[in-house]
Structure formats: structure tokens, C-alpha cells
């Protein structure tokens, strides 16, 4: 038996793959590839010695999708396909209401079909929208301030129906807080296409030479120090999350949510310097205006997801830094291998196991 994973070739869903792989599970990908790079999958298997199936494929495609389900034992779907990114969102809402509310429902669609009714599903703590205090725990007011959030919001509603119409369903929601950091490999981590909107991937890019200063959004916050305050959380971290999450899903029925977070708050100002200890690498700074929609202070209250799944954060934040940093200096143009520098194709099909049926 099988665990599907969509997206498994993203940031987390790779880290996910690893620690999936070295627990023992047997994985299957889906992914399109949209906003990932094969390369990430290769050395997963690089990495663990162990092998993926991969199918080259688009959620909205369920025709192909469901050949998937026809020809492999499902257990359980982990599901992190979608896109992500809050100001693109606003710019371009239809696309992520097709892209993150419609895939789910194909998706579950196809799980209740095949009688795979097992999912863990990849929140966020956008769904918070500005909280009025911190810690934030689970039974906080939602309120997602913009599209992207609002598609999270929507999928948690609708799952919840789900299990409210078929009470064999095993559901598992995951509010992430601020993923950062990479494998202590360096083999694989962050790697956004463009100019990078969350700070981590940014500060190592200029670490790395290809951007000049870091544009601090705002120090006028009643934080600390006047910058904005976040939970970071290792993405390996938050990658064996996931598989304490999934184990329970395995075990039991109805509808779990957590947050998956360290309960420490650090300031901009204090991730900057805890980068440049960690690495060496002084990165110039620049105060400019506060971004639009930015809450002040965010962090999680773990306590639920520590009780019940018996998992807690362990990195620290100079763990964070050093692994980001790893990663980025050794691949300065992330998952971009040589010739796909010098001469940029679409990835074919055929570079993929695409079982004949
Ligand atoms: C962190 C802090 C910025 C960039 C976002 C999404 C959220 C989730 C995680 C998907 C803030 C400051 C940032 C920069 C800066 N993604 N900053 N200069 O906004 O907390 O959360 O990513 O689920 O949905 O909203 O993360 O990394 O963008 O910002 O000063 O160039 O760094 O103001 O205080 P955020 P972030």
C-alpha cells in the first residue's frame, strides 16, 4: 500500500518525501511540475537510496489522475499541491480558486470512489488572518484576508463536510506557520522562480550575491524591535509533522487540525542576525515601508500537536540559517542544472515513469 502525495516535489513535499522514505513507507508523486523542479525528486532518491514513482500530471487532469488511483494501491493521500503565494493571489484569484479549491475536490472525489478516505491536508496560519493576541492555538477566530487564504479556508470547511457525510473519513488539517530552512544534505530546499517573497529564500540570495540589500517591510510594529514577528519552523521540522500526522490519520476517523509551528517568535532583525552568525555572511539591510496585509506578531501555541501526535519542533534558528544557507551556496541557482541555464526546455513527459495503461 501506497502513500500519494501531491506536490511531492515542492519545498516541504520533498522534505516530506525523505522522511516518508525513511520511515519506511512506499510513496507515490503527482506532481505538475509548475512551480518545482523534477531534480528535487532525483536526489530525494539520491538521498534516502530509495526509489518514487512519479507521475508527471495536473490535478485538474482526472482523467490521468484516476488512472493513478486504477493502478496502485492507495492507503492514504498527502496533499500539498497548490499555489501559494498571498500578493499573486490577490493579482490573480480565479487561477488559485481553480488551482487549490477545484484539485481538492477532484481529488477527494477520486479518494471516495477508490474508498481511500485517509488524507492530511497542507493549511496555513493564514487562515488566521491578524490575530488579536499570540499565542495563536487552534480554536482562534479564522478570517483569511485574501484569496489565497481564503482557498485554505474554504478546503478546511469543505473537508469538514465531507466527514460530516461519511463518517469512514480520516482527515488530518496542518496549519503551517514560516517554513524555512533545507536537508543538512544541501541537496535539496527552497527554490521560488523569480525574486523570492518570503524572507528566508531572500536573505540567502543576497547572501549568495544575486540580490544587493534586503528590503526590511517596516519597523514601526510594537514588536521588540519594529519588526514584524514570526514563528519559523525547519522545514524537516515540520516535514516529520507530517508523518506523526499521517500516522494518526492511518489509525483513526474524523477531522484533526493543528498547528504546526515551534511557539518562538523571532523578529526580522533577530533572524538577520541569527543568519549572519550562523553563516558568516553579513547581509546588508534597508528599512522601507511596511507590507500591505503584514500582521505584527505571529506564532503558534504547538501544545495540541505535541499532546496528540506526540511531535515537537526541535531546530533552532541557527539550525535554520545554517541549513538555508548550505543549500543556497551550494546551489546558487537552485534545482537550474547546467544546461537547463544554458538552454531552458520543457521538461518531456518520457523523463518520467509513466506506467503504460
Ligand atoms: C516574514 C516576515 C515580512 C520578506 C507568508 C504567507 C503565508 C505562508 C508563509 C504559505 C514578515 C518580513 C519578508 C522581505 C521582509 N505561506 N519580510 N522582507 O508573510 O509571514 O507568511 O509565508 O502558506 O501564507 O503569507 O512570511 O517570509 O513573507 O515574511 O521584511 O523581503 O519577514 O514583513 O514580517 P509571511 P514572509
Given amino acids: 500500500m501506497a502513500i500519494l502525495i501531491t506536490g511531492g516535489a515542492g519545498f516541504i513535499g520533498s522534505h516530506t518525501c525523505i522522511e516518508l522514505l525513511n520511515e519506511g513507507y512506499e510513496i507515490i508523486v503527482v506532481d505538475n511540475f509548475s512551480n518545482s523542479k523534477p531534480e528535487s525528486l532525483k536526489r530525494v532518491c539520491e538521498i534516502t537510496g530509495k526509489s518514487i514513482m512519479i507521475y508527471y500530471l495536473d490535478l485538474l487532469d482526472s482523467e490521468s489522475l484516476e488512472k493513478v488511483f486504477l493502478v496502485n494501491q492507495i492507503e492514504a493521500v498527502i496533499h500539498f499541491a497548490g499555489l501559494k503565494a498571498v500578493g499573486e493571489s490577490v493579482k490573480e484569484s480565479l487561477k488559485y480558486y481553480k488551482n487549490n479549491i477545484t484539485t481538492t475536490i477532484i481529488i477527494c472525489d477520486l479518494m471516495q470512489k477508490y474508498s481511500v478516505k485517509k488524507l492530511v491536508f497542507s493549511s496555513s496560519a493564514t487562515v488566521y488572518g491578524l490575530p488579536d493576541t499570540v499565542p495563536i492555538s487552534e480554536e482562534f477566530p479564522l478570517k483569511a484576508l485574501n484569496p489565497y487564504g481564503r482557498t485554505k ?42 525574486t523570492p517573497n518570503n524572507l528566508m529564500p531572500y536573505i540567502t540570495k543576497v547572501a549568495v550575491g544575486q540580490l544587493k ?41 474524523g477531522v484533526n487540525i493543528y498547528n504546526l509551528g515551534t511557539g518562538i517568535g523571532y523578529s526580522v532583525l533577530e533572524v538577520v542576525s541569527a543568519f549572519e552568525s550562523a553563516t558568516g555572511v553579513k547581509i546588508p539591510i534597508n528599512i522601507t515601508h511596511p507590507r500591505p496585509g503584514d500582521a505584527a506578531i505571529c506564532y503558534a501555541d504547538p501544545m495540541k500537536a505535541e499532546k496528540e501526535l506526540n511531535w515537537i519542533a526541535k531546530k533552532s534558528i541557527h539550525d535554520m540559517c545554517a541549513d538555508s544557507w548550505r543549500w543556497q551556496s551550494r546551489n546558487p541557482n537552485g534545482y537550474k542544472i547546467n544546461e537547463e541555464l544554458e538552454n531552458p526546455r520543457l521538461i518531456q513527459s518520457e523523463d518520467f515513469l509513466i506506467p503504460n495503461n
Wanted: aromatic fraction near 10%.
Fill in 213 to 253: 540589500v534586503l528590503n526590511i517591510f517596516g519597523n514601526g510594529y510594537s514588536t521588540k524591535d519594529g519588526t514584524g514577528v514570526r514563528d519559523y519552523i525547519h522545514v524537516v521540522d515540520l516535514a516529520n509533522g507530517h508523518v506523526a500526522a499521517l500516522d494518526k490519520t492511518l489509525k483513526s476517523t
Fill in 153 to 194: 479556508l474554504m478546503v478546511e470547511e469543505f473537508l469538514q463536510d465531507i466527514f460530516i457525510s461519511d463518517n469512514e473519513w480520516s482527515i488530518t488539517i496542518l496549519r503551517y506557520f514560516n517554513p524555512i530552512g533545507a536537508h543538512e544534505s544541501g541537496l535539496i530546499g527552497e527554490d521560488p522562480s523569480g
